[in-house]
């Protein structure tokens, strides 16, 4: 009895999508390392009990990588040549690194369209009662080294962005927990960095300490917890090194306040990615910051799409409006439509063929003026309209066909 229950809880758990992992972090964080040692942890997690988990899948987003320690489903190397775009464009490393994203972005459509395919759980058929299938629980993506072309980059905006709309992301920091602890000006510039990323993506962010085989991260994360300990750090840096004005220790100190707050927003965990310890804790982490997701974030990501798809409609409305108006106004101008003018009475004498000669061209004058018209437009309209008064004085004076133009002519020369 306690085994079907399992397998139905795993069934219920498989039903929800694959939480996706974005791993960035400065250059030598070891990120490429880590990215093999989750990998690696899901794929074991997979051969020892196949029915109910599957391997994950895996996207490489950095172009200028010579070879991963990971097989990737998607490669952006695949799509982009990186050397020929730094050729063509004339670029140096990071600007090819970039157009490289750039032109990757363009494909994102099919990108959206493979994953959802492949990761997304599927319903069986109706009446089918084999078991499904167990999709990924997990997308993992390996980022540039160069972090600020991804995460500052229109192309990486996009990339999270569609990512974030079909799965739970959360960003996972990769942090050198040696070289941040060096100094507390190190630490901080981290910090600042993350919190940086944490706004301008928008998504859940775990910190990953890293490197904890050669470095235990329990001072970068007492810093993290209790301020009054890492200002303890910066006057112990100002009283050994007795040098400069102090200003650096006071923005440190009030730097270290204003991030507290930020502090308790944020999963820590600490691994070692050549070792493989704290993998678990990372991965209940990111369990956590699924639920996190869902609950938070997803509300208003759903929120800005609606915004989205409504100005987007509202955009389409004004459209037809305009061109509603426009075809109004032609119809106005060419008697047609609603605006279709009476079929007129064929003239029966060469005076009445006159006059309505003269009631035509005075009709598509008014009808073809325009604040526009040149002067010497406007001075051959204002001709032809005096001709038309004079024309209609003439007619009201004599009564009918008689006031003719030439009428007038007989009458005048009698």
Known sequence: ????????????????PPVSIV????????????????????????????DTTAP???????????????????DIRDSVNYKEVMKQYNLGPNGGILTSLNLFSTKIDQVMSILENRCLPKAPAEGDDTPAKPTTDHIIVDTPGQIEVFVWSASGSILLSSLASSFPTVIAYVIDTPRTTENTSTFM??????ISILYKTKLPMILVFNKTDVKEPTEAIEWMRDFESFQAAVRQEEEEEREGS???????????????????????VGVSAMTGDG?????????????EFNKEYKPELDRKKEEAEAAKAGGTEKEMNRLMQDMEVSSRAKGTGKYKRAPKEEPETVSEAE?????????????????????EEMEEDADGSLQARYAQALKDESGGAAGSAAGYIRRTQG
């Not at 678990?280 to 699924?290: I, L, N, S, W």
Request: net charge negative; glycine share 6%; with cysteine.
């Open 246 to 268: 102090g200003y650096m220790g006071s923005l440190l100190n009030s730097m270290s306040l204003v991030l507290e707050e930020f502090y308790n927003h944020l999963s820590v």
């Open 1 to 16: 009895m306690a085994s079907s229950s399992t397998a139905a809880g795993a069934g219920a758990q498989q039903k929800q």
């Open 23 to 50: 791993c960035v972090g400065m250059a030598g964080s070891g990120k490429t390392t880590f990215m093999q040692r989750i990998n690696s942890h899901l794929h074991t997690q997979h051969t020892q009990a196949p």
């Open 56 to 74: 994950p899948y895996v996207m490489n987003l950095d172009p200028a990588v010579r070879s991963v320690p990971f097989d990737s489903n998607i």
């Open 279 to 291: 993998v678990e804790d990372f991965f209940r982490a990111v369990e956590e910051k699924r639920v």
């Open 355 to 375: 006059e309505m000669d003269g009631e035509s061209e005075d009709e598509a004058r008014w009808v073809e003026r325009d604040d526009d018209v040149p002067e």
């Open 189 to 194: 510039s981290n910090m600042l960095y993350a």
